[in-house]
C-alpha cells in the first residue's frame, strides 16, 4: 500500500534490479581490483621458458622461482628489515604526533597558531627538498647505512600531528578539567583521560604510519648502501633493474609477490582493527 | 562545521620567518662546504709514512704498513665472480694491500656515486664506462692515470686505436682490461627454416634475410621479429660507429666539437636504412618481447646486433639456443662500434694509496688477467698482442668479434644518456609521430650539437 | 545564612584560585616539555635542510667537483629555458588534472555502491583496500608486464577484435595508463575515507528529503555532495599533493621519463638532474619550484573548495 512516504521511493521490483546492478558492479571492482596480483602470483609459478605464455595459468607449475629468488637476494633479511623500522618508526610516532597534538589542540598559550602553522607547512616540503641535506647530515655523523640513519627523518610526523589534533580537538573538554579538579596533574590527565578517548584514532595512525613506512622509498635508497641493511622497496628496485637486462622478468614477478605478501598478510589479519579505525577517526 | 581560519597573519610571520632565514642561508652553506670538502681532504691522511714522492713504479718495500684500497665496479655477476678471485690473487702476490669492492647494479650506479662521493666515501679505483669519462674528468674527479706506470706512447702501440677514447687533453684517464664490439647474432635454427644459408653480409642482404625471417600471426603481432629492433640498446652505437662511417659519412671532428653527420647524405642515408626496418620493413619495432636481448634469448628474433658481453648471459640463460656470430654487414667499408668499461683513479688519491691503485691496475690489464677475463666474462682484451693469438681467433663465437676490433671505433660520449635518449626520441618521432624522417633527422642533429657546445662552453671557461 | 554562604563560596572561589595558578606553571612546564623535543627535531630536519636547499639553489653544485661558486638565479633561468623542464611541467599538471578527478570519482562511486550494500560489505573493504597497502614497485612492475606490446592485456583486445595498442609505449597514452595505475592503487583508500564521510550524514536528512519527494539523483545533488565537500576538500588536497610529486610509477613503469618524454614528471626530472646529471645545484633549484607549487596549489584548492555549509 502506497502512502506518502512511498512517492520518493522506487518500487520493490526497480529496487531489487538496482541491488543486483550494484553487487555486479562491485564484484567487477573486485576483479579489476584483485587481477594484476592473481597474475603476479601465477607467473612467479611459471617456469623460465614460458615466460611469453599469456594463459593465467601456468602449466607445468614450479616452485623453484622462489627458491631461486632467496638465492639470489636476501629477501628474507630485507623483509626483517623492513619490520623493525616501520615498527620503530609507528612507536615512536604515536608517542610524539599524540602528545603534540594533544598539546596544540588542549591549550592554548603564546604562539600556539605559528607552531601549528609550522608544523603544518612542513607537509609541503616535498621530500626530494630535503634528502640531499639529510644525506651530508647523515653522513657527517656517519650515520649512513645505519638504522638511526634511516629512521631519523621519520620519527615524527607531521600528518600525525595534523590527524591527532584535529581528532583531540573534538575531545569534550570538561572531562579533562573535571580531572585537574579532581587533583590530577597534567601528565596524568593526558596519559589517563585523554589517551583512552583517542584510542581509534591512534589506531589509525599506527596503521597508516606502519604502512608508510613500510613502502618508503626514497630515503632507504639513498642512505643505505649495505646489500643485507636494504628495506624491501629498496632491494625489490635493485633486484628488478638487474634482472631487466637479463631477461629475469619471472624473478621479478616472484620477487614482486613475496614484497607485497607480508603487507596483505598483516592487513588481512587486522582488518577489522584497521577498518573500524579509519572509520571511527572520522576523518574530521 | 566548516569554519574559515584566518591564515594570514601567522602565514606571514611564517614568511618573514623564513625569508630571514634564507639570507642566513649563507652562513650554512659555507659549514657545510667545508664538511664536504674535509671528507675529500681527509682521506689521503689515512696513507702512512708519507713519502714525499707518490711515484708507483719505485717498488715495495717503501711502506710495509698495510693499505686498504677500495674498487667500485657495476654490478654483473660474471664480472664481480671473477674480480673477487683476481682481488685473492693479487693480495697473495701483494701481501700489504687488501682490495674491498663494491659493486651496483647498472641502472643506480652514477646514483650510488652521486651519493657517495660528496660524502667522501669515494673509491681509490672506479671502473666506468668510457662514456661517462669526459663528464667525470671536466668535474675534476680524476687524475691522469701515472705517467710512468701507464705511458701514453705504450698504452697507444699496445692497445687498440678505440682505446683512444679514453684520452683527453693529451692524458690517458683511465685504462680497460677488456673491450667490446657489436656483432651480428643470428639464430641458426630459424635460418635454417627460412632456408638462408650464410647470415648477411651487406646492408641489402640483411634486409632482404629479415624479411624472410618474420613471422607473424593471424592478427598481425610479431611471433618472431625478423631483426630485432632497439634503438635504445645497442642500434645507436650501431648508427654512430657502423652504419655512418660506412656509408662514408663522418661522426666528430678531430676536436671532438662538431657533429658532422648532416655534412654529407651519407648521415641521412645511414639513419633511414637503420629507421626503416620498423617503419618501412617492419621486421621488427621496439618493446616486444620486453626488449631485443630478451626476443632473441627467447627465439623470438631471428637476428639481433648485440655486445660481446652478452654471450656469458646467452651462454648461462639459453644454453640450449643455436646462434651464430657473424661480423657486421658491411656497406661502402668496414666500421663496427666498439665500447668499453675502464678502470681510472679518483683525484684524491694519493700517498700509499695511490701506489696500491696503481700496481691494482697494472695487474688487471696484465694478459693473464685480459685471458681470464675472456673465458669468464666473454670480453675480449683490450691489446692487440692478447687478442689476436689464434685461440681466439679461431673460435666461433669470439673470432668474429676479434676481427672487426681493428676496424672498431669507440664515440667520444659527452654525455650518454643525454645522447642515446635523443635518438632514442628522433626515432620515436618517426615511428609514432610519423614525422618525416629528415626532419627528425634535422633536430636530431641539431639537438646533439647543443649538447657539445653546452659541454664545450662549461669546460672551456676551467 | 547569606554570609555564612558568601563565605563558603568565597573559600571555594579562593580555593579554585590557589588550585588555577599552581596550575598555570604546571600546565606551562608540561606544554614546553611536551613540545621541545617536537620542536627541535622539526626545525633540524625540515627547517634547516630546506634552507640548505635554498643556499644549493643558488649554486653551481656538481656532486663531483669540489667548488660551488655561487651564481644568483642562473639555475632557475636555466630550467624555464629548457624544453625538458618544461615538458615535465606540463606533463605533472596533466597527472593531477587526471588523477584528482579519476581518484576521487572511483572513490565516490565505490564508496556509494557500497553505503547501499548490505551483505558482504567487510569483505568489499578488505578487497579493495588491499591495492593501497602493496609496494609501488611491485604494482608498477605488474602492470609494466601486462601492459607490453604483446602482453596479456593486448592478447584480450585482440580477442575482442580490438587493435593492438601501445600502451606504456606510446607518447599519447603512456601518462594516462600510468596515471590510471596510480588511481587503481588509491581507489581503496579513497573509498574509506568517502565511506566514513557517508556515515557522517545523517539519515534523517535523506528521509526528510525522500518525503519532500526527492528522487535519488536530487538527494544526491543536494544532500550529499555539499555535506560531503569538507571530506572532498581533504581528499582533493592530500590526491593533489601526491599527484604533484608523482615519481615511484614512473620509474619502475617507464624508461627515461617514457616515450618522448611523455611521462616525466616534475620529481624525475629533479631525480634525473640530481642522480644522472649530478647537476645538484638545478635539481634543488627545481624542488624549490616543486615546493612552491606545492603551497599554490593547497591555498588555492583551500580558498575555492573550502565553502561554509548551511544546514
Known amino acids: 500500500m502506497q502512502t506518502s512516504a512511498d512517492r520518493g521511493r522506487t518500487r520493490p521490483v526497480a529496487q531489487d534490479a538496482l541491488a543486483v546492478i550494484r553487487y555486479a558492479l562491485l564484484f567487477a571492482g573486485v576483479v579489476v581490483t584483485l587481477f594484476p596480483f592473481l597474475w603476479m602470483a601465477a607467473s612467479s609459478l611459471k617456469q623460465p621458458q614460458h615466460l611469453f605464455d599469456m594463459g593465467l595459468i601456468p602449466s607445468p607449475a614450479t616452485w623453484s622461482n622462489y627458491a631461486d629468488l632467496f638465492k639470489k637476494a636476501p629477501f628474507g633479511r630485507w623483509i626483517a628489515n623492513t619490520a623493525v623500522i616501520a615498527v620503530v618508526t609507528t612507536v615512536s610516532v604515536l608517542i610524539f604526533d599524540t602528545s603534540v597534538g594533544y598539546v596544540l589542540a588542549k591549550f592554548q598559550f603564546a604562539g600556539q597558531k605559528v607552531i601549528f602553522l609550522f608544523i603544518i607547512s612542513t607537509l609541503m616540503v616535498p621530500t626530494e627538498m630535503l634528502i640531499i641535506p639529510w644525506y651530508l647530515l647523515a653522513s657527517d655523523l656517519h650515520l649512513t647505512d645505519t638504522y638511526v640513519g634511516l629512521l631519523l627523518p621519520g620519527l615524527i610526523s607531521a600528518f600525525g600531528i595534523f590527524l591527532m589534533r584535529q581528532f583531540m580537538s573534538s575531545l569534550p573538554s570538561e572531562l579533562l578539567d573535571a580531572a585537574r579538579i579532581d587533583g590530577l596533574n597534567e601528565w596524568r590527565v593526558f596519559v589517563s583521560i585523554a589517551i583512552p578517548l583517542v584510542k581509534p584514532a591512534m589506531v589509525t595512525l599506527a596503521i597508516l604510519s606502519f604502512i608508510s613506512s613500510w613502502n618508503q622509498f626514497i630515503w632507504p635508497f639513498i642512505v643505505l648502501q649495505t646489500e643485507g641493511n636494504y628495506t624491501l622497496p629498496v632491494g625489490m628496485v635493485y633486484f628488478s633493474s638487474e634482472l631487466k637486462d637479463n631477461s629475469g622478468w619471472i624473478l621479478i614477478m616472484t620477487g614482486a609477490t613475496v614484497s607485497v605478501l607480508p603487507l596483505i598478510a598483516l592487513f588481512l589479519i587486522f582488518q577489522k582493527r584497521i577498518i573500524q579505525g579509519i572509520a571511527l577517526s572520522g576523518m574530521k | ?462 | ?311
Open chain 3, 1 to 311: 545564612m547569606i554570609s555564612s554562604a558568601i563565605q563558603r563560596s568565597a573559600k571555594v572561589g579562593r580555593r579554585l584560585l590557589a588550585v588555577r595558578f599552581t596550575y598555570r606553571t604546571q600546565r606551562i612546564v608540561f606544554i614546553y616539555s611536551m613540545l621541545g623535543v617536537p620542536l627541535l627535531y622539526f626545525l633540524v630536519t625540515r627547517l634547516v635542510p630546506i634552507v640548505y636547499s635554498f643556499n644549493i639553489s643558488v649554486r653551481e653544485w656538481d656532486v663531483l667537483s669540489p667548488e660551488k661558486p655561487y651564481v644568483g638565479f642562473s639555475n632557475f633561468a636555466a630550467l624555464f629555458v629548457d624544453e625538458t623542464f618544461r615538458r615535465s611541467l606540463a606533463n605533472t599538471f596533466l597527472f593531477v588534472a587526471v588523477g584528482i578527478p579519476g581518484q576521487l570519482a572511483a572513490g565516490l562511486a565505490v564508496a556509494l555502491l557500497l553505503q547501499s550494500a548490505t551483505r558482504l560489505r567487510g569483505f568489499f573493504r578488505t578487497v579493495y583496500f588491499i591495492p593501497y597497502v602493496t609496494s609501488i614497485v611491485a604494482i608498477s612492475w605488474v602492470f609494466r608486464w601486462m601492459l607490453m606490446p604483446n602482453g596479456w592485456v593486448n592478447a584480450q583486445l585482440l580477442n575482442l577484435g580490438i587493435p593492438a595498442q601501445l600502451f606504456l609505449q606510446s607518447p599519447r597514452q603512456a601518462p594516462f595508463v600510468v596515471a590510471l595505475a596510480m588511481i587503481w592503487q588509491s581507489v581503496g583508500f579513497q573509498m574509506l575515507v568517502f565511506v566514513t564521510g557517508l556515515e557522517g550524514i545523517p539519515r534523517t536528512y535523506y528521509e526528510a528529503a525522500q518525503i519532500d519527494g526527492a528522487n535519488a539523483w536530487r538527494r544526491f545533488r543536494h544532500i550529499t555532495i555539499p555535506l560531503l565537500n569538507p571530506v572532498i576538500l581533504f581528499s582533493a588536497v592530500i590526491a593533489g599533493i601526491s599527484y604533484l610529486q608523482a615519481f615511484g610509477h614512473i620509474v619502475s613503469m617507464t624508461q627515461d621519463g617514457g616515450p618522448l618524454n611523455s611521462t616525466r614528471t616534475l620529481v624525475y626530472h629533479i631525480y634525473k638532474l640530481a642522480f644522472k646529471s649530478f647537476d645538484m645545484g638545478s635539481a634543488s633549484a627545481a624542488t624549490v619550484i616543486l615546493f612552491v607549487i606545492l603551497l599554490a596549489f593547497t591555498l588555492l584548492q583551500l580558498k575555492v573548495l573550502d565553502r561554509k555549509v548551511d544546514y
Open chain 2, 1 to 462: 562545521m566548516t569554519t574559515k581560519t584566518t591564515y594570514t597573519k601567522p602565514l606571514s610571520a611564517l614568511a618573514i620567518l623564513t625569508l630571514l632565514l634564507t639570507a642566513c642561508g649563507g652562513n650554512s652553506g659555507n659549514k657545510a662546504e667545508g664538511a664536504a670538502a674535509s671528507p675529500a681532504a681527509a682521506s689521503p691522511s689515512v696513507s702512512v709514512a708519507a713519502s714525499g714522492s707518490a711515484s708507483p713504479s719505485a717498488a715495495s718495500g717503501n711502506s710495509q704498513e698495510k693499505v686498504t684500497i677500495e674498487y667500485w665496479q657495476y654490478e654483473y655477476p660474471a664480472k664481480v665472480t671473477l674480480i673477487d678471485e683476481l682481488i685473492k690473487e693479487f693480495q697473495a702476490q701483494n701481501p700489504t694491500i687488501t682490495v674491498k669492492q663494491t659493486n651496483f647494479p647498472y641502472d643506480q650506479y652514477n646514483e650510488k656515486v652521486a651519493t657517495l662521493v660528496p660524502a667522501g666515501k669515494g673509491p681509490d679505483v672506479i671502473n666506468l664506462y668510457y662514456g661517462w669519462l669526459p663528464k667525470y674528468v671536466s668535474s675534476g674527479f680524476l687524475q691522469p692515470l701515472p705517467e710512468a706506470a701507464f705511458p701514453a706512447a705504450q698504452i697507444e702501440s699496445d692497445y687498440y686505436p678505440l682505446v683512444n677514447a679514453a684520452k683527453i687533453d693529451g692524458s690517458y684517464w683511465a685504462i680497460p682490461t677488456a673491450v667490446r664490439t657489436l656483432a651480428l647474432f643470428y639464430n641458426k635454427d630459424l635460418f635454417a627454416k627460412a632456408n638462408i644459408a650464410q647470415p648477411p653480409a651487406t646492408w641489402e642482404e640483411l634486409v632482404e634475410d629479415a624479411k624472410k625471417l618474420t613471422e607473424k600471426d593471424g592478427k598481425g603481432q610479431f611471433v618472431v621479429e625478423g631483426f630485432a629492433w632497439e634503438p635504445g640498446a645497442q642500434l645507436h652505437h650501431w648508427y654512430r660507429d657502423g652504419l655512418l662511417p660506412q656509408a662514408g659519412g663522418q661522426d666528430l671532428s678531430d676536436d671532438r666539437r662538431r657533429i658532422l653527420w648532416a655534412d654529407t647524405p651519407a648521415g641521412l642515408e645511414a639513419f633511414q636504412y637503420l629507421i626503416d626496418f620498423a617503419v618501412k620493413h617492419k621486421v621488427g619495432t621496439t618493446g616486444v618481447f620486453t626488449d631485443d636481448a630478451t626476443a632473441f634469448k627467447t627465439g623470438h628474433a631471428a637476428i639481433n646486433i648485440d655486445g660481446s658481453f652478452r654471450l656469458g648471459s646467452l651462454k648461462k640463460d639459453a644454453p640450449d639456443l643455436q646462434y651464430g656470430i657473424a661480423p657486421l654487414p658491411a656497406y661502402k667499408n668496414k666500421s663496427a662500434p666498439s665500447s668499453f668499461w675502464a678502470n681510472a683513479i679518483p683525484k684524491n688519491v694519493s700517498g700509499a694509496k695511490l701506489e696500491a691503485a696503481t700496481k691494482f691496475l697494472q695487474f688487471l690489464t696484465s694478459k693473464e688477467v685480459q685471458e681470464k677475463w675472456v673465458e669468464q666474462v666473454g670480453e675480449l682484451p683490450a691489446q692487440r698482442a692478447v687478442a689476436t693469438q689464434d685461440k681466439y681467433l679461431n673460435d666461433e663465437k669470439l673470432g668474429p668479434f676479434i676481427s672487426q676490433l681493428d676496424n672498431s671505433k669507440a664515440h667520444f660520449f659527452i654525455d650518454e644518456t643525454g645522447e642515446r635518449t635523443l635518438f632514442v626520441d628522433a626515432t620515436n618521432e618517426v615511428l609514432l609521430n610519423h614525422v618525416p624522417v629528415e626532419q627528425a633527422f634535422k633536430d636530431l642533429v641539431a639537438k646533439t650539437q647543443k649538447l657539445y657546445d653546452d659541454y664545450w662552453a662549461k669546460a672551456d671557461k676551467k
